[in-house]
């Protein structure tokens, strides 16, 4: 809840099914906020305790909101209302929906419940398993690097592009717009991150590595791009006070795109080709030695 450090409080009140209003004067008979947990400082955790007595063996539907309250020293600066309707099953089941509805404050003060959506990135291998490793790269191998989504609500749109950096002597893009600058790139954003099962939350990179980046003594690379991702998000407000709360609410995509960067090193140092002649001619200057060598004892 921002601005932080401000206090809350939470409360439970009546919802007039007439209006389709909360009832900011009456208590809801339905759920009672714990006293232990109805204001603090910072983002705000309560516990509802439901009170629910059961007429049948039908469905119960009951309607109730939540108002939450935001203070500063100098008084109330904000207000945040939740519509919260629970439906409970003959056989013990429940299920809960809720609709957000923001309520205009009369200060220039405002506030308003914030997540931070983020990605992580790092080299994993190119196999099936996509295992996180720190391995060093060579002109043999290619690179694998896998980008995942942190929470259960985002998943992979697509990679946006990708460029990897050996510190400010040289650069390659491999990915622009979403597409593979040449054929020794390609990603995937079908994949499932380890500890899920749900398609879409990991995006794997393959690229070679060109022989452009094996002729420095720079050894540690930089690898860092764009991702979109989609939320899932329950619609929040009322477009029609009027609106039945009791209907389940549809869910709806929203993109954002976040930057990740990642780190990891080629095995070599130098020109290799360089490196492979002078040990061929060290080789060489060896065998003649030896070769004299012999030939003088041989005499």
Known sequence: MSPSGNRYEANTIAFDEETGLCKSDENTPYALVSDDTSGGVGTPDYQLELNIIRNGLDKEIVVFCIENRLYDDLGQVGLHLTIVTGGFFPDGGFEIDEINIEVPSRQTAKFEFEKEYKVEAYQCT?????????????????????????????????????????????????????????????????????????????????????????????????????????????????????????????????????????????????????????????????????ATILVFMNI
Not at 135 to 163: A, H, P, R, S, Y
Not at 186 to 200: N, W
């Open 126 to 290: 190119t196999d099936p398993f996509h295992i996180r490793t720190a391995e060093k790269n060579t002109q043999e191998t290619l690179l694998g690097i896998c980008v995942v989504t942190i929470g259960d609500d985002t998943f992979m749109d697509t990679v946006v592009d990708f460029i990897i950096r050996q510190g400010s002597s040289y650069s390659e893009l491999y990915i622009a717009n979403s597409s593979p600058t040449n054929q020794i790139a390609s990603f995937d954003c079908t994949l499932s991150k380890p500890g899920s099962d749900v398609s879409g939350t990991m995006c794997f990179i393959e690229v070679a590595l060109t022989n452009q980046f094996f002729s420095d003594f720079e050894t540690e690379l930089t690898g860092s791009g764009e991702v979109d991702l989609r939320l899932l998000k329950r619609r929040r407000g009322l477009t029609n006070m009027n609106h039945d709360p009791r209907q389940p609410r549809l869910l709806y995509e929203e993109k954002i795109r976040l930057n990740y960067e990642v780190t990891f090193s080629i095995a070599s140092v130098g020109s290799s080709s360089k490196a492979v002649s002078l040990q061929s001619r060290l080789d060489w200057m060896r065998l003649l030695f030896v």
